[in-house]
T-cell receptor, first 111, second 112 residues
Framework: SQQGEEDPQALSIQEGENATMNCSYK?????LQWYRQNSGRGLVHLIL?????REKHSGRLRVTLDTSKKSSSLLITASRAADTASYFC???????????FGTGTSLTVIP | NAGVTQTPKFQVLKTGQSMTLQCAQD?????MYWYRQDPGMGLRLIYY???????DKGEVPNGYNVSRLNKREFSLRLESAAPSQTSVYFC???????????FGDGTRLSIL
C-alpha cells in the first residue's frame, strides 16, 4: 500500500540526452520530494515541491506537480554518466511527519 | 560533520537471535525514521520519532521495537529475528515538516 509509484521502472539513455521519470500517488499531500540513490548508498535529497507549486528547477533538474492528477515528473537534462542511479519520489500524505516512497526508477546513462 | 551514522554496516544473524541497529545524527534534527528497503518494494517506514520522547508505528512495525534514546540517537531492535526481516535498513532524520530527509548509508542485515 505504498503511496507513490514511479514509471518507468528502468530507463537507459545515452549521455547528453534528457531523462524523464514519473511518479503517481494516492492521497493529498503537503509536499513531494525526489531522491537519488547510488548503488550501495543511502538516499540523497534532490528537490522538494510543495502542493501549491506547479514547477520547480534546480540546476539540470526540473520537477512538475499536478495535484489534480496526483502525479509528478522529474526531468534531468543533458544527462551524464554520473547520473546513473535509482530515483525515488516521496510524499507526506498530508501527515507532515510520515513519508511514503515509491518503488523507484533505475536510470542508466551510457557514456 | 558526519550527518547520519548507522552501525553496523553489515550483520548476519541466525533465526531467533536479537540485535539492535544504532543510528545517530549530528544535525540537531527533531524527527528520526527507520525504513527497510527490499528489492522492488522501495522504502517502507517501520517506526518514526517525531520528536525526542515520542515514537510511532509506520507501515511495517511488526517484529520491531525502537527507542529514541535522546535527540541524537534512535535505535531499532529485532527481538527474535526472522528470515523475512532480511533487508537493508536505513535511518533518516529531518529538521521538521517540509524539509528534506537525510539518510545514513544503511545496514545490510541477513537472517539465516
Amino acid at each position: 500500500s505504498q503511496q507513490g509509484e514511479e514509471d518507468p521502472q528502468a530507463l537507459s539513455i545515452q549521455e547528453g540526452e534528457n531523462a524523464t521519470m514519473n511518479c503517481s500517488y494516492k492521497t493529498s499531500i503537503n509536499n513531494l520530494q525526489w531522491y537519488r540513490q547510488n548503488s550501495g548508498r543511502g538516499l540523497v535529497h534532490l528537490i522538494l515541491i510543495r502542493s501549491n507549486e506547479r514547477e520547480k528547477h534546480s540546476g539540470r533538474l526540473r520537477v512538475t506537480l499536478d495535484t489534480s492528477k496526483k502525479s509528478s515528473s522529474l526531468l534531468i537534462t543533458a544527462s551524464r554518466a554520473a547520473d546513473t542511479a535509482s530515483y525515488f519520489c516521496a510524499t507526506d500524505a498530508n501527515t507532515g511527519n510520515q513519508f511514503y516512497f515509491g518503488t523507484g526508477t533505475s536510470l542508466t546513462v551510457i557514456p | 560533520n558526519a550527518g547520519v551514522t548507522q552501525t553496523p554496516k553489515f550483520q548476519v544473524l541466525k533465526t531467533g537471535q536479537s540485535m539492535t541497529l544504532q543510528c545517530a545524527q549530528d544535525m540537531n534534527h527533531n524527527s528520526m525514521y527507520w525504513y527497510r528497503q527490499d528489492p522492488g518494494m522501495g522504502l517502507r517506514l517501520i517506526y518514526y520519532s517525531a520528536s525526542e520522547g515520542t515514537t510511532d508505528k509506520g507501515e511495517v512495525p511488526n517484529g520491531y521495537n525502537v527507542s529514541r534514546l535522546n535527540k541524537r540517537e534512535f535505535s531499532l531492535r529485532l527481538e527474535s529475528a526472522a528470515p523475512s526481516q532480511t533487508s537493508v535498513y536505513f535511518c533518516a532524520s529531518i529538521l521538521g515538516g517540509g524539509w528534506a530527509q537525510h539518510f545514513g548509508d544503511g545496514t545490510r542485515l541477513s537472517i539465516l
